[in-house]
Every structure is written in structure tokens, then in C-alpha cells.
């Protein structure tokens, strides 16, 4: 090396630095790539993709290769520019050398190569796993030697190499990468992902019909008042009940009753053997099990019942589908038809009124880990069975009581405090 011509060491150099700037860039691109999308592009038959993949099934060898060639390669460039200044300078041009290559090689060896790599990680990993994945092959011995050196002092302070919990994303953290797609998922898509993951989190009895909003059939009742209520039902599917709405005999289709306005008379029991089993849930089962449920079962609706056994509401298919996409019916100014704005920024809203519902509308944030409805959310603040024209404040918001019927709180004016 002493014998050759500088301008060849300077040329040596120059390589010498570009290699440490393709390995520096090569490190930041493998470890900066996306991995959910290099699985992506891999099941796709992407060569670089699969081949990148390859190397990152073992980060500690991919590293172990890439940290060999680097160190290397430095301390080869360290020894060229140590000879070409002592034969330049004499021995009092070494300082000056080393602050002249410890500079070109943060600026043009790491700073720069990495920022590129960091900015376009795919640009840079791909075409090096060309070269990476033959070298490490070639140096596969050093590269073991130090992965087993460097696990074995990890292992030291108890930490095991091999436990990496990987990708794994946890709900929350999905949550964020939807969030924050950018442009790539449509604003729709984000909201209908975001429900998705909601659902597990929220029960039937948060969505499900009240007890006293189910539209029934008591079949204790006279045939002609049955069969007007049948004219006149505005639902598909019709629960039929004896007596109280607790003891539910079936499901009477409207498709069913439509075969039976043939016959000459419709009794109480072709009507009865027109009904299908009824369907109850637990209250507290998580919408992402029901829909399951439904789905297995091939049923579009259920009973909700109590810890005691009784009917408390009514949960269908349709109501789990609208948590996800959305209502399917379009309200004026996509405000619940329970909740009524008034012009001096105040809402009148019904008492059986779903908190969850009324949060959604108005973007509010009332409690729902207690109480389901507004009139229930009442009762409990207050202890009390309540009486018209009684005002109370509820985190913060103001709630004014306008009528009550039945022992429940009929309609309610709610504002926010300023």
C-alpha cells in the first residue's frame, strides 16, 4: 500500500466510502420498511420484497452481515487515509486526516445515505438484499460467531433473543394505524374500520330496542284485533307473545301471514303454527359474538333477556350492521329523531333516548359505563323518581326536566354549560 500511486489510494478511498454509505443506508432501509406492507408485496410475487423478507426473518444475522461489512470497510478507509496523509503530510497530517475523514464519512457515509434510506426505505432494501443475501452466505461464519457472542451476553442480562414479539399489533395500536392512513383509506372506510373495532367493546343491550318500544302480538287478545294489527305492522318480523311480553312464543314472518289470506279463516292456531322459535341472548354479549351468532344460527334477530330471564329488548342484524356502516335511513341534519335542536342552542330530547345514540348526534361525551338511556342516567343522579321543572347538572351538562309520565322522565331540555 505504501508503494501506490495516491491518486489510486484516493480512488480506494472513494469506493471505501460508498460502500460504508450503501451498508449505513442498507441497515436503516431493512429496519424502516413497512411490514405489513413487505408481506403484502411478497404474497404478491414481488422478487425484492421476498428476498428482503428473507434476511428479516433473522434481524440479528441481517445486522451481524451488515455491521461486519461497515466496520470493515471504516477501518480499511481509516487505514488508506493514515497513509496517504503521513506520505502528503509527514506524520504531523495524521490529525488533520482523521477530522477530515471522520467528517466525510457522518456526512456522506451515515447522516445522508440514512436520511435517504429513512425517506424511501424500499428503494434502498430491495436492491441491497441482491447483495446482502450472498454476503451473507459468504460470511455466514463471522456473522454466526458474533450473533452467538453478542445472545449469549443479551442471555446474561436476561433478555432472550428469540422471545421478539414481532409485528404484533395490539387493539389500540390498530386503531391508531387506521386512524392515521392518511389519504390511503378513504375518511368512510375509517370511520366503518374504526366501528369494527368497537365492537367487542359494546353489548347488545347498548344498541338493542327497548322493552317498551317492541311492537308485539298478544295472542290472548280477540283474531280480528290480531289481524289489524297484522294490516297495519310496518315490521317484517312480528314477536308473538301470551299475555306479557316475557312469555314470547315466536317469531310471526309477514311473508308467512301473506300465504295464509287464502284461507277462508285465520285462527289463532294457524297463526301459531305459522311462528318460529324464539331467539335469546345474554345482555351482556359483545356485539362482534352476536353477529357471529346470527350468522351461524341464520336468524336476523333476538331477545335480550336479564340475569334474571327476562325480555329487556330486542337486538337484530341490522342494528350491529348500522354500528359499522351507519344508519341506513338518513334523519334531517343527521340528527337522531329523538332529539329535537332548538334555536337558542338548547335540545329537547326524549327520556328513552340512547346516551350512546345522543353522544354520536350531538358529539357529546355523557357517561355510558352506567345507565343506557337519558331517563335512566337521571334517576340515578338523582337518586329519585324526579318531578317537572327540576334542573340538574351532569358533568357538564345542564339537564331541565319537562315531563315526566308513567314514574319516567318523558322529555328533558339538555344544554352544555359555558
Known amino acids: 500500500m505504501n508503494e501506490a500511486p495516491i491518486g489510486i489510494l484516493l480512488g480506494v478511498l472513494v469506493f471505501l466510502l460508498l460502500l460504508s454509505a450503501f451498508?449505513?443506508?442498507?441497515?436503516?432501509?431493512?429496519?424502516?420498511?413497512?411490514?405489513?406492507?413487505?408481506?403484502?408485496?411478497?404474497?404478491?410475487?414481488?422478487?425484492?420484497?421476498?428476498?428482503?423478507?428473507?434476511?428479516?426473518?433473522?434481524?440479528?444475522?441481517?445486522i451481524?452481515?451488515?455491521?461486519?461489512?461497515?466496520?470493515?470497510?471504516?477501518?480499511?478507509?481509516?487505514?488508506?487515509?493514515?497513509?496517504?496523509?503521513?506520505?502528503?503530510?509527514?506524520?504531523?497530517?495524521?490529525?488533520?486526516?482523521?477530522?477530515?475523514?471522520?467528517?466525510?464519512v457522518l456526512?456522506?457515509?451515515?447522516?445522508?445515505?440514512?436520511?435517504?434510506?429513512?425517506?424511501?426505505?424500499?428503494?434502498?432494501?430491495?436492491?441491497?438484499?441482491?447483495?446482502?443475501?450472498?454476503l451473507l452466505w459468504l460470511l455466514y461464519p463471522m456473522v454466526w460467531m458474533a450473533n452467538t457472542i453478542s445472545n449469549g451476553l443479551l442471555r446474561l442480562m436476561r433478555v432472550n433473543p428469540e422471545n421478539a414479539t414481532g409485528d404484533q399489533l395490539s387493539h389500540e395500536e390498530l386503531r391508531t394505524v387506521v386512524n392515521e392512513a392518511s389519504t390511503l383509506i378513504p375518511t368512510r372506510?375509517?370511520?366503518?374500520?374504526?366501528?369494527?373495532?368497537?365492537?367487542?367493546?359494546?353489548?347488545?343491550?347498548?344498541?338493542?330496542?327497548?322493552?317498551?318500544?317492541?311492537?308485539?302480538?298478544?295472542?290472548?287478545?280477540?283474531?280480528?284485533?290480531i289481524l289489524d294489527q297484522l294490516r297495519t305492522a310496518q315490521h317484517t318480523r312480528i314477536p308473538v307473545y301470551k299475555g306479557d311480553i316475557n312469555n314470547i312464543i315466536g317469531i310471526l314472518h309477514m311473508r308467512n301471514v301473506a300465504k295464509l289470506l287464502n284461507l277462508e279463516e285465520i285462527t289463532r292456531a294457524v297463526l301459531l303454527n305459522e311462528t318460529s322459535d324464539p331467539y335469546f341472548v345474554p345482555e351482556v354479549t359483545p356485539l362482534h359474538t352476536q353477529m357471529m351468532n346470527f350468522q351461524k344460527k341464520k336468524l336476523r334477530s333476538a331477545f335480550v333477556v336479564d340475569e334474571y330471564g327476562d325480555v329487556i329488548g330486542l337486538v337484530t342484524l341490522e342494528d350491529i350492521?348500522?354500528?359499522?356502516?351507519?344508519?341506513?335511513?338518513?334523519?334531517?341534519?343527521?340528527?337522531?329523531?329523538?332529539?329535537?335542536?332548538?334555536?337558542?342552542?338548547?335540545?329537547?330530547?326524549?327520556?328513552?333516548?340512547?346516551?350512546?345514540?345522543?353522544?354520536?348526534?350531538?358529539?357529546?361525551?355523557?357517561?355510558?359505563?352506567?345507565?343506557?338511556?337519558?331517563?335512566?342516567?337521571?334517576?340515578?343522579?338523582?337518586?329519585?323518581?324526579?318531578?317537572?321543572?327540576?334542573?340538574?347538572?351532569?358533568?357538564?351538562?345542564?339537564?331541565?326536566?319537562?315531563?315526566?309520565?308513567?314514574?319516567?322522565?318523558?322529555?328533558?331540555?339538555?344544554?352544555?354549560?359555558?
Open 189 to 225: 372506510h375509517k370511520g366503518m374500520l374504526s366501528n369494527i373495532l368497537d365492537l367487542e367493546n359494546v353489548t347488545v343491550d347498548d344498541i338493542m330496542i327497548p322493552r317498551n318500544e317492541i311492537v308485539g302480538i298478544n295472542i290472548e287478545e280477540g283474531i280480528d284485533d
Open 64 to 104: 451481524g452481515v451488515i455491521l461486519i461489512g461497515n466496520n470493515f470497510v471504516n477501518n480499511l478507509s481509516a487505514a488508506i487515509t493514515t497513509v496517504i496523509a503521513i506520505r502528503v503530510w509527514g506524520d504531523s497530517g495524521i490529525a488533520a486526516a482523521t477530522l477530515l475523514l471522520t467528517l466525510a
Open 23 to 62: 451498508f449505513s443506508g442498507s441497515e436503516t432501509g431493512m429496519m424502516a420498511l413497512n411490514r405489513y406492507r413487505l408481506r403484502h408485496m411478497a404474497r404478491s410475487g414481488n422478487k425484492g420484497a421476498i428476498r428482503t423478507s428473507e434476511l428479516l426473518k433473522r434481524p440479528d444475522r441481517l
Open 321 to 418: 350492521l348500522e354500528e359499522i356502516v351507519g344508519d341506513f335511513t338518513t334523519d334531517v341534519d343527521d340528527i337522531s329523531q329523538d332529539i329535537t335542536p332548538q334555536k337558542d342552542g338548547t335540545y329537547i330530547i326524549d327520556g328513552s333516548a340512547s346516551i350512546r345514540e345522543t353522544n354520536k348526534s350531538l358529539s357529546w361525551e355523557l357517561a355510558i359505563d352506567g345507565p343506557k338511556t337519558l331517563n335512566g342516567l337521571i334517576t340515578e343522579h338523582l337518586e329519585e323518581i324526579p318531578e317537572s321543572g327540576v334542573c340538574l347538572e351532569v358533568d357538564c351538562y345542564r339537564m331541565e326536566i319537562l315531563q315526566i309520565r308513567d314514574n319516567m322522565v318523558k322529555t328533558v331540555k339538555v344544554w352544555m354549560k359555558e
Open 107 to 134: 456526512i456522506f457515509s451515515e447522516v445522508t445515505p440514512k436520511t435517504l434510506a429513512a425517506l424511501h426505505p424500499e428503494r434502498f432494501a430491495f436492491p441491497s438484499s441482491l447483495i446482502l443475501k450472498p
